[in-house]
């Protein structure tokens, strides 16, 4: 049979491909996978349907599959737990599916004014909104900056031990380890099953002259407020280890920034700042700190400053520090850093400056508000304490479901019977704390949802 180019695979032209094979020397693509045995390898054909006759019949097929999925727009949703449902203004998308900011890849300056400078009006947000002076392009996300972080804290210290904090996402705690372990020992501190917050005793036992940095976050993945956070910074100072606290930076226009209770650096996810949830795509981790040289240049990632341009009296905007990056130095860089998630920097930037100071003030008090509504009407139903812990709390809290004879996973089956997501189900991941759930409130929530919400979970606890 005559081999044919394939209309989706760059370089299929045989003659291309022929070429290419015989400048590597090559004699067929199977010698460039000699090394996998024939046994592993796949030889028949693969049970798929054939190719569509037309893109209108591909377009059709594609979205009946579409169609089976149940998103937040069709059902209430108080799910959280690190990807939320906030609302992302037009304006967000619209600035940020410009071509120029939606085609650009890595760029450089001749090719690249207007990103440029827009990022560096996203780090300079950032760091207001962090009361912080430094603030890096995004990471990936939450997972990859809080572990660049501490990769950072470690080379600051020369150190090579770090601890984090237990109550935090357990897949966080997961790539922290896959992602430091390397180079920085991970290790955990104990929490109090009761209020959530950290064990200063714990703590104070593991705290040592090897410790590189100290871990917690706040908000905690588990909703409540970490009210010892000037304790712990001091604790960890008193041994010459750094602090880093993990934020939701959409808390911080009612609550404290981290920075003004000695962290040394901050990180986090901006996914909350006008990036739509994409199915838990829509992340982009921020890493935050000081002014000071030394801890700058321990920065992985791209930063953009305000520099002198080549015509005299002009200014632009272009890396600071580029020799830091792998980039530039590449397998020789002091940590790799790929595609940065810049796109989504480019609209937490536009989301802020919509926002305002005022904006995220009152976006954190009604969120507050309708939390404490939410677990107010909760906490009147038989069986349930909500919150479970005794602690403050922002937007999620903790519901202890223990008392009511149901697993949360079963009680969630029937809420979704009525087009409604409860909250995640913690009993694998936080086995003390038995049949609980985590529950977040958006603005996207309304109080007569939360009523219907109340009502229908009434209804099928009543009927258990």
């Not at 090559?26 to 569509?52: C, H, Q, V, W």
């Not at 893109?55 to 089976?68: A, M, N, P, S, T």
């Not at 950032?126 to 470690?154: H, K």
């Not at 015509?311 to 590449?330: I, L, N, P, Q």
């Amino acid at each position: 049979m005559t081999e044919r180019a394939h209309p989706y695979i760059p370089n299929s032209v045989p003659e291309v491909k022929a070429a290419m094979l015989a400048e590597i020397g090559a004699r067929s693509i199977d010698d460039l996978y000699a090394d996998i045995p024939e046994t592993l390898r796949f030889r028949g054909k693969l049970n798929i349907p054939g190719a569509m006759a037309s893109e209108i019949q591909l377009r059709k097929h594609v979205e009946k599959i579409l169609d089976r999925n149940t998103s937040c727009e069709e059902a209430i949703s108080f799910l959280g737990a690190g990807c939320y449902n906030h609302y992302v203004p037009a304006i967000c998308d619209e600035i940020s599916r410009r071509s120029e900011f939606l085609t650009a890849y890595a760029g450089e300056p001749y090719e690249d004014f207007g990103r440029f400078q827009t990022l560096w009006e996203y780090e300079s947000l950032m760091a207001e909104l962090l009361d912080m002076d430094i603030c890096n392009v995004p990471t990936y996300d939450w997972f990859q900056a809080a572990s660049t972080s501490l990769r950072m804290a470690g080379r600051y210290t020369q150190r090579s031990r770090a601890l984090v904090a237990a109550n935090i996402s357990p897949d966080r705690l997961k790539a922290i380890r896959n992602y430091c372990e390397p180079v920085l020992r991970i290790e955990t501190v104990g929490f109090d099953p009761k209020s959530g917050l950290l064990d200063v005793a714990d703590l104070k036992g593991k705290l040592s002259c090897e410790v590189a940095a100290v871990y917690f976050e706040n908000p905690s993945y588990l909703g409540f407020l970490e009210t010892q956070g000037q304790l712990i910074a001091d604790l960890a100072h008193a041994c010459g280890a750094l602090l880093v606290v993990g934020a939701d930076p959409g808390s911080l226009g009612v609550l404290t920034p981290p920075s003004n209770y000695g962290a040394d650096i901050v990180c986090g996810d901006i996914q909350t700042l006008g990036n739509h949830m994409n199915f838990g795509g829509g992340m982009g981790g921020f890493i935050a700190s000081r002014d000071e040289e030394k801890l700058v240049m321990e920065y992985p990632s791209r930063l953009f400053g305000v520099t002198r341009s080549e015509a005299t009296g002009e200014w632009g905007f272009g890396d600071v520090a580029y020799d830091r990056t792998s980039f530039a130095h590449r397998e020789k860089g002091k940590e790799f850093v790929g595609t940065a998630a810049a796109l989504h920097g480019i609209t937490a930037g536009v989301y802020l400056a919509l926002m305002g100071p005022d904006g995220m003030k009152e976006l954190g008090v009604h969120l507050l508000q309708k939390a404490q509504y939410l677990a107010k009407r909760m906490s009147t139903i038989n069986g349930v304490k909500a919150p479970g812990l005794v602690a403050p709390f922002y937007k999620e809290f903790t519901v202890d479901f223990n008392g009511t004879g149901l697993t949360v996973a079963g009680i969630n089956r029937a809420l979704l019977k009525h087009d409604i997501f409860g909250g995640k189900d913690l009993s694998m991941d936080f086995p003390m704390l038995g049949q609980s759930a985590l529950y977040c409130v958006t603005e996207l929530v309304s109080r007569e949802e939360i009523d219907t919400f109340i009502t229908t979970l009434d209804g099928i606890l009543g009927g258990k």
